[in-house]
């Protein structure tokens, strides 16, 4: 809405005097406040125990003797010197706290007649000596629960080393891939990925393809959040998926080398990082290889001709991609902080597949025979560029942030075929061009202000989006010996998507360990679209409020907790369900995208259960999700040729539990699994489709971590997926299991490692099976994905907590509103 619109531009406008003016509007603050409280003043310096140095950005709150509520609280400067202001008369003491430290506690202190107290130079212990064993010996587990989300701490894995962000969201609790490498939740793909917090145009076409191309070694850990307030954008129906990349947060230089050769994959990747002072920097780059090969089976029977299709398929992939980041961060001062970015990646991808069909007729008489060579191309260059700062007040999680994104993805994903006759003569030749581009453009403002025990977040956000898709079919004339093109399936497709929304939160903290979050956020979408050579055009916008609301209790006992929450969600399309290119490689079946497609609207239902017993972490949930115009993949049948595409057809109604466990059975060995059983009722009644299915689906992991001592780990990891509903059909189970050793020399610094991956077994086998009343299809897949890998990694340099302030906080956009790929397949050749 403009009323919306009108605030961003107004909060946008007004934050260059805030900063300046904030000094003033404290001062002014400060002596209404003194009237009404008192004139006391509590001041000192924080220094390091060890080595003197000032303790730059320390918390330092003062409380009543007896409270535990702060009478006031605030940073120190960058030379480690902090006040306090407005006391009343009275007795006091003082907490000085930062990471790495342990927290100082100052006792009696008393305050009459408006005194002025010094309490001179307050030293404070790092926790440990040796910074470099915090990193490797740290006793984090490789699952964490907390209140809001559940994370798995990527780097304590060693089987992820010299694999990709796909090999690790296999093994994050609540997550699973589909047989295309595609994520889900609990279950569903409707989902947002974000990278450090922040949105890619990397995820706006294939999420399953763009997995790929962030290294393992990179991922420092994932949160998987299914419950997000207000403040999150509101897409994504089952969650959001935040993949955190490793940073370097001590001041020195140093950097990592890693290295790797296998049978199904290579890399080799270079990462340096820098500090000092005020001033940051990180530069890192990573290129990988992969290399597989398939075989495949498809029966394909129509109902009404009574015709049968039969092929047999054999298919080698190729592919490999080369990444870069540079980014820098500033601390102005203790209160303002900049930091800006860039990424790039580009991505290809060559597909080559020799299919071999024969055509039965009602008679069971073999009618046609052809094969085709068939070599799917896709090239990709993803670029994003930040700018942000973060302004921050005297009392502590009181701030207000401005961010800035702009995201860039070109992508070509063409293909060309040669068809032969029986007689092994080419009898038909085509070619097909398509160029996308996604280009979004996002600002956002955020403000946090502490109120008594209570937190109110508000905030504003707009994200312009244009995508593109620029489609071309050629087909051979032998006759001139030319290629030329087919007027009625070349177009450019262009898409314009903006949104604007504004929210408020607010987090209440009662007695008794009771807790409560709740908030609104307002979202107004304008959508065009236009088929320039066609002079088509949609044009469409919509409104939305999404509540949500969460309770929650923490128990001292076993360190339990309870929550309660529900929520809506958006889902919008992206380019991947909308674009109009139709991809007719294989003749018999044609896939392509609908530009007329609305968002889904998903209530979310979810209870929570935290505790640790005896050794054993545990986190149980139940939830529900109920979507009544979902975005479903179906497909029919015209003149003996499967169309599959996309429409707002489905009902879906989903009902499940999980149950997570980490236990730790001995000081060097530990276990932990993920269980996650839910009910899927399908429904149909449009006039394009008219199906429902329902059933029973599940999904399971298990991973064990051994220390052997003198540098030697050991890991093993194994994955289950049941047989999954769909609309039209069903889709196999598959398992995949992987093992790993590694040994560390060299003070820590160097590891060389082995992995394995389903090493006992030669292939993956895939099953499809989908009915209708116009046909029925039977396909088998089979990749041969075993594969061994060699790993290498040398850390060099040196950092060390001369100055802490890079630990302060960063943030970044989310842009966590669009629905990707979830059901696999690549689908119109965007």
Do not use: C
């Amino acid at each position: 809405m403009r009323f919306i619109l009108l605030i961003q531009i107004l909060l946008l406008s007004s934050f260059a005097s805030l900063a300046q003016i904030s000094a003033q509007t404290s001062s002014t603050e400060t002596k209404a406040k003194a009237a009404e409280i008192g004139n006391g003043k509590v001041s000192g310096i924080i220094k390091d125990a060890s080595t003197g140095a000032a303790v730059e950005f320390a918390n330092v709150v003062i409380y009543p003797t007896g409270s535990t509520t702060p009478a006031d609280g605030t940073i120190a400067d960058d030379k480690g010197k902090f006040l306090l202001k407005n006391l009343a008369d009275g007795n006091y003491y003082v907490s000085v706290s930062f990471i790495g430290y342990t927290t100082r506690k100052v006792e009696n202190i008393t305050i009459s007649n408006g005194s002025n107290i010094d309490l001179g130079t307050l030293s404070i212990d790092p926790e440990i000596q040796n910074l470099e064993e915090v990193t490797i010996e740290g006793e984090r587990q490789l699952v964490e629960n907390k209140i809001d989300r559940l994370v798995y701490n990527a780097e304590k894995d060693i089987t992820n080393v010299g694999g990709n962000a796909a090999d690790v969201l296999s093994k994050v609790p609540q997550l699973s891939l589909d047989m295309d490498g595609n994520p889900q939740l609990r279950g569903s793909g409707n989902i947002r990925i974000l990278i450090n917090n922040k949105p890619s145009a990397l995820m706006a076409g294939s999420v399953a393809d763009a997995l790929k191309q962030i290294p393992a070694d990179q991922i420092k850990s994932v949160e998987v959040i299914t419950s997000p307030s207000a403040k999150y954008d509101a897409e994504g129906t089952a969650g959001i998926i935040n993949i955190i990349t490793k940073k370097n947060n001590l001041e020195g230089v140093n950097g990592t080398v890693n290295a790797g050769v296998g049978t199904r994959s290579s890399n080799l990747g270079l990462n340096v990082g820098a500090k000092k002072g005020k001033f940051g920097f990180s530069l890192g780059t990573f290129t990988n290889a992969w290399y597989n090969r398939g075989e495949g089976e498809n029966d394909q029977f129509y109902k009404i001709s009574e015709v049968r299709l039969i092929e047999d398929s054999e298919q080698s992939n190729l592919g490999g991609f080369g990444n870069g980041s540079f980014g820098i961060d500033f601390d102005l001062n203790p209160k303002n902080t900049f930091s800006a970015g860039v990424k790039w990646r580009m991505f290809g991808m060559n597909n080559d597949v020799d299919i071999a069909s024969e055509i039965f007729n009602a008679n069971g008489a073999s009618d046609t025979t052809y094969r085709r060579e068939l070599a799917n191309r896709m090239r990709n260059i993803n670029s994003d560029f930040n700018f942000d700062f973060i302004h921050t007040f005297d009392k502590p999680g009181h701030e207000l942030s401005v961010l800035t994104l702009y995201s860039r993805n070109d992508q070509n994903r063409d293909y060309d075929f040669d068809q032969f006759n029986q007689s092994d003569v080419v009898n038909q030749r085509q070619r097909n061009f398509n160029k996308g581009l996604n280009e979004e453009l996002t600002a956002q403002i955020d403000y946090t202000r502490p109120i008594q025990k209570n937190t109110l977040e508000i905030g504003a956000k707009s994200i312009f989006r244009m995508l593109s898709s620029d489609f071309r079919l050629e087909d051979y004339d032998f006759a001139t010996q030319a290629f030329l093109p087919v007027d009625s399936r070349t177009d450019l497709f262009n898409y314009s998507q903006n949104v604007m929304a504004g929210y408020v939160n607010y987090r209440i903290n009662l007695e008794g360990g009771w807790g409560a979050q709740v908030g609104g956020r307002y979202e107004t979408t304008a959508i065009v679209g236009n088929f320039i050579s066609q002079e088509t055009k949609l044009e469409t916008d919509y409104d939305n409020w999404i509540p949500s609301v969460a309770v929650s209790k923490n128990f001292k006992k076993n360190n339990t907790s309870l929550k309660a929450s529900y929520n809506q969600r958006i889902q919008r399309p992206n380019i991947f369900f909308l674009n109009p290119n139709i991809n007719d490689a294989n003749p018999r079946n044609i896939q392509y995208g609908n530009p007329n497609l609305d968002p889904e609207l998903t209530h979310s239902f979810e209870i929570g259960y935290n505790t640790f017993v005896k050794g054993t972490a545990i986190n149980v949930s139940l939830y529900s999700r109920l979507t009544n115009n979902s975005i479903e993949r179906y497909s029919f049948e015209v003149n003996d040729t499967v169309n599959t595409t996309f429409a707002n057809i489905g009902k879906n109604a989903t009902y499940g539990g999980s149950i997570y466990a980490n236990y730790k059975i001995t000081k060097q060995w530990d276990i932990s699994g993920n269980a996650n059983v839910y009910y899927v009722n399908l429904n149909s009644n449009s006039g394009l489709v008219s199906a429902s299915n329902a059933g029973i689906m599940y999904n399971a992991n298990l991973n064990s971590s051994y220390d052997l001592g003198k540098g030697w780990k050991a890991q093993a990891f194994g994955f289950f997926n049941s047989p999954r509903v769909q609309l039209q059909g069903r889709m196999s189970a598959f398992s995949f299991y992987s093992l790993g050793v590694r040994k560390e020399f060299w003070d820590k610094k160097g590891s060389l490692g082995v992995s394995m991956d389903n090493p006992f077994r030669k292939a993956l086998v895939f099953y499809n099976q989908q009915e209708t009343d116009q046909f029925m299809i039977d396909g088998e897949t089979a990749m041969f994905n075993r594969g061994f890998k060699l790993n290498f990694s040398y850390q060099f340099g040196k950092m060390e907590a001369k100055g802490p302030r890079s630990f302060k906080r960063k943030k970044s956009i989310n842009n966590d509103d669009m629905k990707g790929e979830g059901g696999g397949g690549q689908m119109g050749g965007n």
